[in-house]
């Protein structure tokens, strides 16, 4: 690979005319080709309830490009804060993030909790480490203090981060009418329990409760996916295709009648980078089944609608799978017409 060589380390030597090589040449050719590979990075690999995993070997090496953070505006491209170099590293080995190891990630282990996971680099390093970041949302916000609510958006919460862990790292804004925005850490608090603090510099944020932030660590970095603890401490079960994410087993978003557009926050169930979410919608007991999606609370988005068959299978009546778009912010609206015995699962999320 050429693309690690560059940029050399004697064009930034001197001043005036510098010698060019043909050698130079050849790698500057073969980057170009190879920049190509790397628009993608390796997947996450499920291993079990405490570790994730990067695949490799010797021959099938995992590469990364240190660009930076998806961005929340444009997809495809990314936001790195000035704190990442861009450049190439790979691994030449299976590399596995324990949950349970110290160091794994910023803060202590929390339930409940999507955590994104970084390939993480230092300036002269040519591999990659793992790291997890929790994924943070707002409560409240005085004088650019923010205080954080846990990510089902029930109640305040800390992650007994190091005094000042995330300084000098940036936040960027999810969701809400900051979206897209970035700004310098100042400081964090230590707390541990129901009052975490996260501060920050530079113009106000506009911010709401339930908001979506991420913080872009200070070092060179670049998002690999999100990963869910669930409540009983364990990651939860995952496959993934490229920017296709599947639970091995479904998950409940709701059970029962909905009467009448009702919003629901599914910030358990798909990460703040999910761009559309994937399920189906199930009926027992011989009910017809029903499930109205909304992106506003009043108008049908989709729509889904049948009768049920003759008999059960698998526990259910019927069922219909569904994909739809998750507006920013993971809070969808539905509706199935104050009809019992329903049912609606998620099956996984697209980014």
């Known amino acids: 690979m050429s693309l690690i060589h560059l940029p050399q380390a004697k064009w930034g030597t001197g001043t005036g005319r510098q010698v060019i090589l043909k050698s130079d040449f050849e790698k500057i050719e073969q980057a170009v080709l190879e920049g190509f590979q790397l628009a993608a990075a390796p997947p996450l690999e499920y291993v079990d309830q405490a570790s994730i995993r990067v695949n490799a070997t010797g021959d099938c090496k995992a590469r990364v490009l240190l660009c930076g953070f998806p961005s929340p505006v444009h997809a495809g491209q990314w936001v790195s804060g000035g704190l990442s170099d861009g450049r190439y590293r790979e691994n030449a080995a299976a590399l596995t993030l324990n949950f349970a190891t110290s160091g794994s990630l910023w803060g202590t282990e929390k339930v409940n909790q999507w955590y994104c996971l970084y390939a993480t680099a230092g300036p002269s390093d040519t591999s990659f480490a793992l790291k997890a970041m929790p994924v943070l949302r707002v409560s409240s916000q005085t004088t650019q203090i923010i205080t954080l609510r846990n990510n089902g958006n029930t109640g305040d919460i800390g992650y007994g981060l190091a005094a000042n862990e995330l300084a000098d790292g940036r936040i960027l804004v999810l969701s809400g009418a900051s979206r897209g925005l970035v700004r310098l850490i100042t400081a964090n608090n230590t707390d541990n329990g129901t009052a975490g603090t996260v501060t920050y510099g530079g113009a106000a944020l506009a911010l709401a409760q339930g908001d979506w932030f991420i913080v872009l660590p200070n070092t060179n970095f670049r998002y690999l996916g999100m990963v869910m603890n669930g409540s009983d401490g364990h990651l939860v079960p995952f496959y993934r295709e ?74 259910v009546r019927g069922a219909v799978p569904f994909r739809c778009r998750l507006p920013e912010g993971s809070r969808i609206y539905l509706n199935n017409e104050n009809t019992a015995n329903q049912v609606v699962k998620v099956t996984g999320w697209e980014e």
């Open 242 to 315: 490229g920017m296709h994410f599947t639970y091995v087993t479904p998950r409940q978003a709701t059970s029962g009648a909905i009467n009448g557009y009702t919003l629901f926050d599914l910030g358990l169930l798909a990460p703040p980078t999910a761009r559309r979410i994937k399920g189906f919608a199930a009926a027992l007991s011989g009910y017809d089944l029903k499930l109205a999606v909304s992106h506003d609370g009043s108008n049908p988005a989709l729509v889904l609608h049948t009768a049920p068959p003759s008999g059960d299978f698998q526990g």
